[in-house]
């Protein structure tokens, strides 16, 4: 049996894949069948057909069309992995009885070969989207990997993401989530453990509720608003009701910013509250949070401080792992740090312009505010606690360099620069830093 039938017959279509990534670098490159199988002086045919996975490229071929198409040694590198897939699948020939005892000797070999190509594949960059996935598919197959062993690897991209989420520009991990949560997918229409299917599940409810969240941040809306609607159905359908009430607390956090009819984000709060059944968790604890930025935001101080109140007491009931772990963990729904709460604090008395108590609580959150995490917001918001307590040129000074410091403003600082220029009172609008400041606002929307 040649390596072409045996690899169809195992279900892994691997020169169909390199086919794939053939046609991909051609379109890209804006070339024709035939210019193409002409710059490396082939018969288009046969070129036709490597496309289509029907026949196994000539190695020879294989740099010049590389270099044709400008891929970097993608192709080559392709090539030469799936040429030994090939050739390890075609060399599976049913043991006899007497060649039992060697098996398990070709079976290392087998298994160290295919290791080798994956660190081969793992050294690539910029291989298209689903690409490498399907050939990295394949490999473990031929290893024997379960799906249930890569649950923790997903898990760990989760976190991962978590901490990039406050590092990046907004969209800028759109493309990487979206790729990974096709693979999730994947996973999940595979047979899986029960355990296995509920942890991929609630994995892609929080890939989708990053999404979402910087869809959001990125102003498309219609993006957002999708993503949102599957990080909620699949949270519900993962069974995890911490999860359920953390992806609602966490879209009315997002839609809050966006400025959202209070209403909207009221209903998602009213959501998560009612599904949270009065347990403590970090969707409960972000509800609150919430909850006080918008009452405060309306001036509503009674209310925003009874919804402080609400904050500190789930905290308090929240287990000890939750409330200590770094506050990437946030991003993702698995942690709700004392710095949280802090923060929240300096907010919602900014935002009701409170001069007794937000001074004191902006200085508590920055000196617990992880390093390198409470730049720019909370310096904004104490940039708007200084305006409240009559220091308006420092507040002015403060706020400009922030506002400055980035193309396009998310949300949460278009927000506070708003409550900033409604706080320069009326008499002093015309002074040159605070033009200078609406004059940024408006190049960043």
């Known amino acids: 049996m040649n390596g072409r039938v045996a690899t169809e017959k195992a279900g892994i279509p691997l020169w169909a894949v390199f086919g794939k990534l053939l046609r991909l670098w051609r379109d890209k490159s804006g070339m024709g069948l035939r210019a193409v199988a002409d710059g490396i002086h082939v018969d288009y045919s046969a070129l036709a057909r490597w496309e289509r996975g029907e026949h196994r490229p000539n190695s020879d071929a294989i740099p010049a069309l590389d270099a044709l198409l400008e891929a970097g040694g993608q192709l080559v590198a392709f090539h030469a992995a799936i040429a030994e897939l090939d050739r390890l699948h075609g060399s599976r020939l049913v043991p006899s009885e007497s060649a039992a005892s060697a098996q398990d000797e070709d079976g290392d070999m087998e298994r160290r070969a295919a290791i080798q190509l994956l660190s081969a594949l793992s050294a690539g960059a910029a291989i298209p989207a689903g690409t490498l996935e399907t050939v990295l598919s394949g490999v473990e197959r031929a290893l024997g990997v379960r799906d249930d062993l890569r649950l923790d690897d997903w898990e760990q991209t989760v976190r991962t993401y978590g901490q990039l989420y406050y590092a990046k520009p907004p969209q800028a991990l759109v493309s990487d989530l979206t790729a990974d949560l096709i693979e999730v997918s994947r996973a999940l229409t595979r047979e899986n453990a029960l355990s296995v299917r509920t942890g991929l599940t609630r994995v892609s409810a929080q890939l989708s509720a990053l999404i979402a969240t ?72 972000l509800a609150w949070e919430v909850r006080a930025k918008l009452l405060a935001t309306q001036r509503a101080t009674a209310d925003a401080n009874a919804a402080l109140n609400g904050l500190s007491e789930t905290f308090n009931r929240l287990p000890h792992h939750v409330t200590t772990e770094r506050a990437i963990g946030s991003s993702i729904g698995t942690s709700y740090p004392e710095a949280a709460v802090h923060r929240t604090r300096a907010y919602v008395y900014a935002f009701l312009a409170d001069t007794r108590n937000a001074p004191s609580a902006v200085e508590q959150a920055l000196s617990t505010y992880p390093q390198g995490l409470a730049g720019g917001n909370l310096r904004l ?42 706080a320069v009172p009326t008499q002093s609008r015309n002074l040159p830093a605070a033009q200078d400041l609406r004059a940024m606002v408006a190049r960043t929307v």
């Open 214 to 285: 910087d869809f959001s941040d990125a102003g498309n809306q219609r993006a957002a608003r999708l993503a949102w609607q599957t990080a909620r159905r699949t949270a519900d359908a993962s069974g995890d009701r911490d999860l359920s009430v953390w992806v609602r607390a966490r879209h009315a956090d997002s839609a809050f910013w966006q400025g959202h009819p209070h209403s909207v984000v009221t209903d998602l709060l009213d959501d998560a509250t009612h599904r949270s059944q009065g347990m403590p968790s970090v969707g409960l604890a």
């Open 381 to 422: 918001i104490q940039a708007l606690t200084l305006i409240h307590g009559g220091r308006l040129d420092e507040g002015l000074q403060q706020a400009l360099p922030i506002a400055g410091s980035v193309p396009r403003l998310t949300p949460m600082r278009h927000l506070i620069i708003g409550q900033i220029l409604d």
